[in-house]
């Protein structure tokens, strides 16, 4: 009777409309794979791992999030023992040891770690929030700011090591927005700011010093457009940008796009795939995209505000903060507003692990909903 009472519950109460906005994206985006790359398998690989995911996503909804997180060290630590074994024994493509092989297929670590320390982060936050609001303290204190900033930094700085920068940067906004919800004092949060402010400008002062090469190309490429080699490090920020005008208001039509069809936009079905729906969608069909991410990310915020408890709303907050920088960096990037920095789409972009670590992070989402009443 309680197995029947517990299906039908879940049936009842699972969030479907989540689920169905995710699937429509990752459908569109195993639909734009093979548009991209018609002669290679990797639509039919996009689709096994989203059939890993969906899997993924409820079981992660299924089992208490509270469980869950008693098991957050364990999680934690097994993905920065991947980032350490990914090291020495990683897959190494374009100059990035980030995968492991197994087999026909690989995983990469830090991926599954952005879950990681999302599970990390909440319960300790969760717990420092509780006492501060017993005490009528409402503020993080320095101390547990920096026990939060250390526990990020750890797969930071071995992702660092592969060498990863983008992947490297997603944590930031983990930690951000979890520091912010959690209660950071205004103070810490101005000086923030400004820290990042005067690093970024340090940082572009001495670039020659402190980037390779590559990665100051990519950087003038979005700060002096003109100058940009269109036939060098400037040639993919050119091309995206060609994609997405030639689509105009309606696009080029699915599977007669130019750009990815004829391989002038390299990779165009992983960190481009954007580029490629607005060629053949246009901006009808971006915008439409665009309203599915919203409509996820705003569905998200609501459980988050309706969660039982702290440790809930914590965890939705990381997962969407996470989900809200991709969206923004991958876009930025195929319009030439940011530099090419390798930030898939999620549920859109070419990779298995990114898709099945994202549709853990929905399940979490959904757990929080599901468990948002007391038993």
Known sequence: MTTHRQKRRFLLDFDWWLLGGALILALLGVVEIY??????????????????GLVAMFVTATVDYHRILQTAPFIYGACVFLLVLVLPFGQEVYGTKAWLGLGRFSIQPSEFAKIGTILMLAPFLAERWEEHRKTKHPYLTMREVLAALGITAVPVLLILLEPDVGTALTFFPIVGGMLFVAGLRPRLIATGVVGVAVALSLGW???HHVLKPYQVQRIETIVHPERADRRGYGYQTYQSMIAVGSGGLTGRGLFRGTQSRLRFLPKAYTDFIAAVVAEELGFLGMLGVLALYAFLLLRALNHAKLARDHVGTLLVTGVVSLLGFHILMNLGMIVGLVPVIGIPLPL???GGSALVATFIGLGLIANVRLHRYVN
């Open 348 to 350: 859109m972009s070419y």
């Open 205 to 207: 002062y001495f670039r």
């Open 35 to 52: 548009s991209s790359q018609p002669q290679e398998d990797f639509w039919k690989r996009q689709l096994w791992w989203l059939g890993v």
